[in-house]
Structure formats: structure tokens, C-alpha cells
């Protein structure tokens, strides 16, 4: 193994290549390294680890590749190819722990003679393969194999279906009243008098915020809200239905049960449980705020008798601009995207003391920045910034792991897929920023571990959201924006209007958690309950959650890409919040303090996954964390 970054090839038939010939040799030399694990006799338990371990860095390296390769790749041939080679190494995997014979080297050796960590190891992997279905009768396995197998191929087709989704739709030059100046600049009218409009974040953001004429927000809301439609449809009940039945044949009541048995949470049951304390804790805070939207709404239609989803961004910037004195779009102004992108590598270089070195190596797109992430010296990691939208790209924003560390063995890489406009930015651009860039300094950070099944971000999975909903509070201090900031005369963004922003931002923040309780609730409920028809569920789910009214007809589960990865667990982004809002108390209102930054640090970030998260959590506060902080938060507390 090296310790070295990857070397990325500079032409298609290189890239075709890597996209190929890498996974199979990975494939290669895991099926030799399993055969000597079955046959060699003589090995201790400490050398079977040590074997797994590289089956695990192989099968890591070769479907990280590849999977970023499937989402951010220019060429729609490398993507397909990618996409076959996921599907291959997924399937190697999870056929890996329905190999009795393999299952056999580990059940039947002791962990008397191992040390801690190596144990911890050994039980999750006894836990894998128990959860594999590798106790099952012979016909149970082969069909847990071919369900397996058939969820990697639904969720890849149903990933691609929204990638590949872009929608448009022309409004006339007057439907982009409200709109700021750049962004009319960029989109002319056509020999027709009309202007396209597309679901790239770049226009859908802008356009829900500022738009004044409702019929251009409710019209590319729609189409937004019906991505991967009706391709997705019949996709997604049959995935639900395979996981179900998946579930089932390995001893689960559901597919949550069989998820959150590896999580915090513990158990399928407490999902509804936790989602009724986010909603009772909400509950007052929205009362309070949709009367306010609907009057808001109301002036400008007068007919009006419900806020709808396509409303509810464009109401609050009104109202934060009215009442608070906060005009998103002077807040923009001192957002451009370069200034941005320098401010938060400065601000966690400090933060977390490392050095982000600018590396002029060939990537997958012109697009793409790297650095090498340094301290003292030493090399911790590199980080690929791939920031704005193309066709065939991710289209949201999220991190995708490269190369999982492992101390002196692989240094950790990985990778930012969002869609940030090039010019001026929304500060909720810059707050998504800071987010998905917390999990990227969590990968690097963490992936020193000895063993790889703990490296990196590879803790619970229902803790994972925590670090990057931290590193959010960031992105709201009035010292850290005026530190890289500047409007068109070069002026800092004035700490008073930072502050009215935090004021701001606590209107509506009950309807917030609110809207995030209708994807928690349609993540649960559609795997739970599998309705035979998703469209009506789904849009009851959404109308129950919140006051705020989903658009009538719309399929937003086609499009929604959690449903695979997260699975019936979107609940983890309040659960992880709760722990958020918690930690933050650890700085004791000083976001730039040395002491707490170095002991979050160590604590939290650079453990990766070696111990639970709870551990990790308690060893940073000095005591379990606590449910006060997000109340008092979803109340309005700034």
C-alpha cells in the first residue's frame, strides 16, 4: 500500500481504464486474499484481522472510485461503466458475508488474546456477517443474495434517473420580477420572448427566494418536485418492497429495524418515538409562524388559503427583509464565490490548525480544485472540490469518501460534489458550504485509524450529520464572515446585520424543522407501511407534517435521493442535530477558541469511528448529551 495521493488520468482512455481495470484488480486480489482466509491453516485471529483489513481497503478504494466516478465524471461512457463496476463490487461484498466458510474463519476463533480495538473489530464483523443472512438456510441465502443485489441495481438506476432528470420550463421576462440584476443578466429572453428557466440549484435557489410572481416559483417548484418522475415510480416500489422482504428473510420486523440496529437510535420503534419529540418540540414555534406566512402571502394574493412549499422561501425572505431589516439580496452581495471558497479554507485551517495547499494535478473536470491538507508539516490528506453544476452531474451537495484512510498504509482523500453558483452566493449556500465541508475535514481528520472499518466519517450513521451541522454555526459568526466578506466597494459584512440575520433566521425555523419532519416521516413511512400508492401517501405525509403544503400532484419521493442512501432514516438529521446544538455549547460562545477547537479536534473528529459515538460525544462535554440546547433552538433561541 502507498501513502501517496492518487494519480488521475489525463485522457478518456485513461479514465476508462481507471474506471475498469482498477475495481477488477481490487476484485482480484480480494478473491485471493478470501481463499487464503478459508484454506491456510496456522493463522492467528490477529492475522485474519490484518487479512480482512486489506479485503476491506481494496473493496473501500475500488467502490469509492468508481461510485464517485457513477455521480461527477464528464463522459456519459465512464459513468455507465462506473455504474456496471459498483454493482459488481457491491455484489462482492455483500455475497462476502454469505460465505459460510468465510464466516466460519472468524466464529470459530477467539478474541482472547486481542486488544481492544481488535476486538471491537472482530465483534461488528461477527455482526456483519450475522446481519448478512449467513446463518440462513440454503435457499434464505440465495434469495437474500439476489435481493441484495437487485437494491444496489434499483438504487443506482434510481440515482441516475434524478442525476439525469434536469428539467426546464420558459416564463416571460416579467416572471422573473424580484429576481436580482446578475441573475437576469444571465438568463435572456429567446426569440420568442421568453426566458428558460432549469431545476439546477443555481436557478432553483434564486428563484423560490426572490421570485414575486408566484406562478414562476409554483411553476419550477413543480417540475422540481417531479425529478426522476414517472421513471422512479415503479423503481422505488419495487426497492421498497425488496428491502422489505430482505428485512424479513434476516429476522426483522422491517427494513428500520434491520437499519437501526447498527445506529444510536437502537431500534425501528424508537424512530417514531424521536420524530414525536421533534414534533411536539416544534409544534408551538410553527403555530406561531404560519399565520404570519399566510397573512405575508395574502398581500401580495389575496385569495390565498394555504402556504404551499413553492411560497415558503420567498415568504420568509419577505418577511426577514420586512420585519427583521434582512434583504437577502444585500446579504449576497458581500458573497462572492471565490471570496467564499478562500474564507472557509482559512477559517478551518485555523480552526482545526492545518494548511490547505493548492495541488496543480489533472482531475475528472477542469472544475475541480485539490489540496493537500497539512500540519507541522505532514501530509494529512488531499480534499477535490467539485463545486459547480454541468449536465451529468450530482446535483445536490454532499461528500463522497475517495480514499479512506488508514494510518500509514492509505492516505484519505475525498470529495465535494455541489452546485454553488461561480458569481455571488446565498447565504444559505455559504451555511451548505460550511456543512458538506465539515464532513470532508471529518474524513481527513479521522482516517488515521489502524483499522479501516473505522476510519474517517465511519461512525453511527445517525451521529454522522453532527460534526457538519457544527461547523454550520460558523457560517452565522459575524467575526468569521467579516474575515472574508466584501460587497462591491470592498466593505466586511457589518456585524449588526449579522445579527439581525441570527434573528432572522430563528422566524421560521419551527416550519423548518417542520418541513424536515415530512422527509423524516415519508423516509420512515414509505419502507414502514410500503403504501401501494406513494403519491397520495407521501403528499398526506407532507400535508400532516407542516402547515406549509406540499404542491398538489407532485411526486417529490421520485426525486428524493435519500431514499436510497438513508433508506428509512432521514430522521438522522435531527437526531444528529439534537448532538449539534449540543456540542456547541463546548465553545462556550467562542467559535474561534483555540482550547475547545483543539479538544473537538481530538475528541471528536480524529477518533473517526474507533469508539461509539456516544463515547465520543461525552468525552467532548464531559457528560451525555442532552435534548435542552434543540429545544431552546426550534424555540428561537439565536
Same mark, same amino acid.
Given at each position: 500500500?502507498?501513502?501517496?495521493?492518487? !494519480?488521475?488520468?489525463?485522457?478518456?482512455?485513461?479514465?476508462?481504464?481507471?474506471?475498469?481495470?482498477?475495481?477488477?484488480?481490487?476484485?482480484?486480489?480480494?478473491?485471493? @486474499?478470501?481463499? #487464503?482466509?478459508?484454506?491456510?491453516?496456522?493463522?492467528?485471529?490477529?492475522?485474519?484481522?490484518?487479512?480482512?483489513?486489506?479485503?476491506?481497503?481494496?473493496?473501500?478504494?475500488?467502490?469509492?472510485?468508481?461510485?464517485?466516478?457513477?455521480?461527477?465524471?464528464?463522459?456519459?461512457?465512464?459513468?455507465?461503466?462506473?455504474?456496471?463496476?459498483?454493482? @459488481?463490487?457491491?455484489?462482492?461484498?455483500?455475497?462476502?458475508?454469505?460465505?459460510?466458510?468465510?464466516?466460519?474463519?472468524?466464529?470459530?476463533? &477467539?478474541?482472547?488474546?486481542? *486488544?481492544?480495538?481488535?476486538? #471491537?473489530?472482530?465483534?461488528?464483523?461477527?455482526?456483519?456477517?450475522?446481519?448478512?443472512? !449467513?446463518?440462513?438456510?440454503?435457499?434464505?441465502?440465495?434469495?437474500?443474495?439476489?435481493?441484495?443485489?437487485? *437494491?444496489?441495481? $434499483?438504487?443506482?438506476?434510481?440515482?441516475?434517473?434524478?442525476?439525469?432528470?434536469?428539467?426546464?420550463?420558459? !416564463?416571460?421576462?416579467?416572471?422573473?420580477?424580484?429576481?436580482?440584476?446578475?441573475?437576469?443578466?444571465?438568463?435572456?429572453?429567446?426569440?420568442?420572448? $421568453?426566458?428558460?428557466?432549469?431545476?439546477?440549484?443555481?436557478?432553483?435557489?434564486?428563484?423560490?427566494?426572490?421570485?414575486?410572481?408566484?406562478?414562476?416559483?409554483?411553476?419550477?417548484?413543480?417540475?422540481?418536485?417531479?425529478?426522476?418522475?414517472?421513471?422512479?415510480?415503479?423503481?422505488?416500489?419495487?426497492?421498497?418492497?425488496?428491502?422489505?422482504?430482505?428485512?424479513?428473510?434476516?429476522?426483522?420486523?422491517?427494513?428500520?429495524?434491520?437499519?437501526?440496529?447498527?445506529?444510536?437510535?437502537? &431500534?425501528?420503534?424508537?424512530?417514531?418515538?424521536?420524530?414525536?419529540?421533534? *414534533?411536539?418540540?416544534?409544534?408551538?414555534?410553527?403555530?406561531?409562524?404560519?399565520?404570519? $406566512?399566510?397573512?405575508?402571502?395574502?398581500?401580495?394574493?389575496?385569495?390565498?388559503?394555504?402556504?404551499?412549499?413553492?411560497?415558503?422561501?420567498?415568504?420568509?425572505?419577505?418577511?426577514?427583509?420586512?420585519?427583521?431589516?434582512?434583504?437577502?439580496?444585500?446579504?449576497?452581495?458581500?458573497?462572492?464565490?471565490?471570496?467564499?471558497?478562500?474564507?472557509?479554507?482559512?477559517?478551518?485551517?485555523?480552526?482545526?490548525?492545518?494548511?490547505?495547499?493548492?495541488?496543480?494535478?489533472?482531475?475528472?473536470?477542469?472544475?475541480?480544485?485539490?489540496?493537500?491538507?497539512?500540519?507541522?508539516?505532514?501530509?494529512?490528506?488531499?480534499?477535490?472540490?467539485?463545486?459547480?453544476?454541468?449536465?451529468?452531474?450530482?446535483?445536490?451537495?454532499?461528500?463522497?469518501?475517495?480514499?479512506?484512510?488508514?494510518?500509514?498504509?492509505?492516505?484519505?482523500?475525498?470529495?465535494?460534489?455541489?452546485?454553488?453558483?461561480?458569481?455571488?452566493?446565498?447565504?444559505?449556500?455559504?451555511?451548505?458550504?460550511?456543512?458538506?465541508?465539515?464532513?470532508?475535514?471529518?474524513?481527513?481528520?479521522?482516517?488515521?485509524?489502524?483499522?479501516?472499518?473505522?476510519?474517517?466519517?465511519?461512525?453511527?450513521?445517525?451521529?454522522?450529520?453532527?460534526?457538519?451541522?457544527?461547523?454550520?454555526?460558523?457560517?452565522?459568526?459575524?467575526?468569521?464572515?467579516?474575515?472574508?466578506?466584501?460587497?462591491?466597494?470592498?466593505?466586511?459584512?457589518?456585524?449588526?446585520?449579522?445579527?439581525?440575520?441570527?434573528?432572522?433566521?430563528?422566524?421560521?425555523?419551527?416550519?423548518?424543522?417542520?418541513?424536515?419532519?415530512?422527509?423524516?416521516?415519508?423516509?420512515?413511512?414509505?419502507?414502514?407501511?410500503?403504501?401501494?400508492?406513494?403519491?397520495?401517501?407521501?403528499?398526506?405525509?407532507?400535508?400532516?407534517?407542516?402547515?406549509?403544503?406540499?404542491?398538489?400532484?407532485?411526486?417529490?419521493?421520485?426525486?428524493?435521493?435519500?431514499?436510497?442512501?438513508?433508506?428509512?432514516?432521514?430522521?438522522?438529521?435531527?437526531?444528529?442535530? !439534537?448532538?449539534?446544538?449540543?456540542?456547541?455549547?463546548?465553545?462556550?460562545?467562542?467559535?474561534?477558541?483555540?482550547?475547545?477547537?483543539?479538544?473537538?479536534?481530538?475528541?471528536?473528529?480524529?477518533?473517526?469511528?474507533?469508539?461509539?459515538?456516544?463515547?465520543?460525544?461525552?468525552?467532548?462535554?464531559?457528560?451525555?448529551?442532552?435534548?435542552?440546547?434543540?429545544?431552546?433552538?426550534?424555540?428561537?433561541? @439565536?
Amino acid at each position: 500500500m502507498s501513502t501517496a495521493p492518487l !494519480v488521475f488520468p489525463t485522457d478518456l482512455d485513461g479514465w476508462t481504464a481507471f474506471a475498469s481495470d482498477r475495481p477488477t484488480e481490487r476484485v482480484r486480489q480480494v478473491e485471493a @486474499i478470501d481463499e #487464503r482466509l478459508r484454506t491456510e491453516s496456522g493463522l492467528t485471529t490477529a492475522e485474519r484481522l490484518e487479512l480482512w483489513n486489506d479485503t476491506e481497503i481494496a473493496l473501500g478504494a475500488a467502490l469509492s472510485e468508481v461510485y464517485l466516478l457513477s455521480e461527477a465524471h464528464p463522459d456519459a461512457a465512464v459513468r455507465e461503466i462506473a455504474e456496471h463496476q459498483v454493482q @459488481i463490487v457491491e455484489a462482492l461484498s455483500s455475497g462476502r458475508m454469505l460465505d459460510r466458510d468465510l464466516w466460519r474463519v472468524f466464529a470459530e476463533t &477467539s478474541s482472547a488474546d486481542l *486488544d481492544a480495538d481488535s476486538a #471491537r473489530l472482530l465483534e461488528r464483523l461477527l455482526r456483519d456477517f450475522r446481519r448478512g443472512g !449467513v446463518e440462513l438456510a440454503d435457499a434464505k441465502r440465495a434469495r437474500v443474495t439476489e435481493l441484495t443485489d437487485r *437494491d444496489t441495481e $434499483l438504487s443506482l438506476a434510481f440515482s441516475r434517473n434524478i442525476r439525469d432528470g434536469r428539467r426546464e420550463i420558459t !416564463v416571460s421576462a416579467a416572471g422573473l420580477a424580484g429576481l436580482p440584476a446578475d441573475f437576469i443578466e444571465t438568463h435572456p429572453t429567446d426569440e420568442n420572448g $421568453l426566458v428558460t428557466l432549469t431545476t439546477d440549484y443555481t436557478d432553483l435557489m434564486p428563484v423560490r427566494e426572490y421570485a414575486t410572481d408566484r406562478a414562476t416559483r409554483s411553476a419550477l417548484v413543480s417540475v422540481y418536485n417531479n425529478l426522476g418522475w414517472p421513471e422512479n415510480e415503479p423503481i422505488l416500489a419495487e426497492l421498497l418492497g425488496v428491502r422489505a422482504e430482505r428485512a424479513q428473510l434476516l429476522g426483522y420486523a422491517d427494513w428500520a429495524e434491520y437499519e437501526t440496529e447498527t445506529r444510536m437510535i437502537g &431500534s425501528g420503534a424508537a424512530v417514531p418515538e424521536f420524530l414525536a419529540r421533534v *414534533d411536539e418540540a416544534s409544534a408551538p414555534a410553527a403555530a406561531a409562524e404560519y399565520p404570519q $406566512l399566510l397573512e405575508r402571502l395574502r398581500r401580495d394574493a389575496s385569495d390565498a388559503d394555504e402556504v404551499t412549499i413553492a411560497d415558503f422561501w420567498y415568504l420568509l425572505g419577505a418577511l426577514k427583509r420586512e420585519e427583521h431589516d434582512v434583504d437577502a439580496q444585500l446579504v449576497r452581495s458581500y458573497f462572492s464565490f471565490e471570496r467564499v471558497l478562500q474564507g472557509l479554507l482559512d477559517t478551518t485551517g485555523k480552526l482545526l490548525d492545518v494548511r490547505y495547499i493548492a495541488v496543480a494535478e489533472p482531475t475528472w473536470h477542469e472544475d475541480v480544485r485539490s489540496f493537500d491538507v497539512v500540519r507541522d508539516g505532514e501530509m494529512l490528506g488531499r480534499i477535490h472540490l467539485d463545486l459547480h453544476p454541468r449536465d451529468g452531474k450530482f446535483n445536490h451537495a454532499a461528500c463522497f469518501p475517495l480514499a479512506t484512510g488508514v494510518e500509514d498504509r492509505v492516505l484519505p482523500e475525498g470529495v465535494l460534489l455541489c452546485n454553488f453558483s461561480r458569481g455571488l452566493m446565498e447565504h444559505d449556500e455559504v451555511v451548505t458550504f460550511f456543512h458538506e465541508f465539515g464532513h470532508l475535514v471529518h474524513h481527513i481528520l479521522g482516517g488515521r485509524q489502524r483499522w479501516v472499518r473505522f476510519s474517517g466519517v465511519a461512525t453511527e450513521w445517525d451521529f454522522v450529520e453532527a460534526p457538519s451541522q457544527l461547523l454550520e454555526e460558523w457560517a452565522w459568526d459575524a467575526g468569521v464572515l467579516a474575515s472574508f466578506s466584501a460587497n462591491a466597494d470592498g466593505d466586511p459584512i457589518p456585524a449588526d446585520l449579522v445579527t439581525k440575520m441570527k434573528t432572522a433566521d430563528a422566524f421560521g425555523r419551527g416550519l423548518e424543522v417542520r418541513r424536515q419532519l415530512g422527509h423524516a416521516n415519508v423516509s420512515y413511512h414509505l419502507h414502514v407501511d410500503r403504501p401501494a400508492d406513494l403519491q397520495a401517501e407521501t403528499e398526506r405525509l407532507y400535508a400532516t407534517s407542516s402547515p406549509v403544503q406540499p404542491l398538489p400532484g407532485s411526486h417529490s419521493y421520485a426525486g428524493f435521493g435519500h431514499l436510497t442512501g438513508y433508506g428509512s432514516c432521514y430522521y438522522t438529521y435531527q437526531w444528529s442535530l !439534537v448532538i449539534a446544538r449540543d456540542l456547541l455549547s463546548g465553545f462556550n460562545g467562542d467559535l474561534m477558541d483555540a482550547a475547545a477547537a483543539r479538544r473537538y479536534r481530538e475528541h471528536i473528529l480524529e477518533p473517526g469511528g474507533s469508539r461509539d459515538a456516544r463515547e465520543l460525544v461525552e468525552s467532548f462535554l464531559g457528560r451525555p448529551y442532552a435534548f435542552d440546547a434543540y429545544r431552546a433552538w426550534v424555540s428561537g433561541g @439565536i
